[in-house]
């Protein structure tokens, strides 16, 4: 099995195919590599397309320090995953846990992202929610030390922005949250408590997003409503962001509408491809719809 080895010599399994350009995918806490095969087989075509285990996912190591996760080591995989395939720069496309990492890459990596999509991020980010947020990643570690893995994916996989997903594709939810199953739940427990519970807020992230330069595709379901307003914050700080919804969808929504996502993420790396991609005219934020109250 091919791994990549991180500064900390946790080893991070990955899979890959086609040639040409890299993109990295960087998956969400209820997937992992395998997650993204709609995409891996759409942008394998005419892309070399990368998607690896985050640490704590077999077949990638699951150390047993809490230590050993954080923000920042989920950054530093996507880099190791690079210099291991001698890689100067990838688009960057990552999913909720994995959008948040691709994010700060963006932020502490520029020089290395050919692009960032931000798909499906926001989640506990809103200030009034932080404390319930952090309060129920350690509820979903404690869940996880007590019950079965089968358990936590019947329960977590059920949740409110999942229940798209279920609804269109009853097959392909099936296998989402069969393989959910199949995780490791000392690796989901820590995650939980290591990057998810401990990450920053993106409202506490302002003059580092009003930074960024690369090209940026914040894309994100309608019906995934925790998202919503995080996804509105980083399209008005982010100079170089689009914001793309997608009706009618949830939170996993390179499952649930895989055309879809790969349109939409396909014409925005081919706009980055081509250097077409504009920055927002700083004219576009005048609170007058019409612009006559400032002659």
Not at 193 to 221: C, F, H, K, N
Not at 246 to 269: A, K, S, W, Y
Request: overall charge negative; proline content about 7%; aromatic content about 8%.
């Amino acid at each position: 099995m091919p791994h990549a080895r991180s500064d900390d010599g946790i080893a991070l399994y990955y899979e890959e195919t086609g040639s040409g350009t890299p993109i990295i995918f960087v998956h969400e806490y209820a997937g992992d590599c395998r997650a993204w095969e709609p995409q891996l087989r759409h942008f394998g075509q005419r892309y070399r397309a990368i998607a690896f285990n985050a640490r704590g996912y077999p077949p990638s190591d699951v150390p047993e320090d809490l230590a050993c996760y954080s923000q920042d080591h989920a950054v530093a995989d996507i880099v190791a995953v690079l210099d291991h395939l001698g890689l100067a720069r990838a688009h960057i496309v990552g999913l909720s846990m994995g959008g948040f990492a691709t994010l700060h890459f963006g932020i502490n990596h520029p020089a290395r992202a050919l692009s960032l999509t931000v798909a499906g991020c926001g989640y506990g980010a809103e200030p009034e929610r932080r404390e319930s947020f952090r309060a129920e990643a350690e509820a979903t570690a404690d869940f996880l030390r007590r019950e079965s893995m089968a358990a936590f994916a019947a329960k977590y996989g059920d949740g409110p922005t999942r229940v798209q997903f279920a609804n269109k594709d009853p097959r392909g939810f099936a296998l989402f949250r069969a393989q959910l199953a199949e995780h490791d739940p000392r690796g989901a427990a820590l995650t939980q408590l290591g990057v998810q519970r401990a990450r920053p807020s993106l409202y506490d992230l302002v003059a580092e997003m009003a930074r960024i330069e690369r090209p940026v595709l914040i894309l994100t379901g309608d019906e995934d409503w925790p998202c919503l307003n995080p996804a509105l914050l980083m399209k008005r700080t982010i100079p170089s962001a689009a914001l793309a919804v997608m009706p009618n969808c949830g939170h996993t929504i390179n499952l649930e509408d895989p055309c879809q996502f790969n349109r939409i993420v396909g014409d925005f790396l081919a706009q980055a491809d081509a250097g077409r991609w504009p920055k927002r005219d700083p004219r576009a934020l005048d609170r007058s719809a019409t612009g006559m109250t400032n002659p």
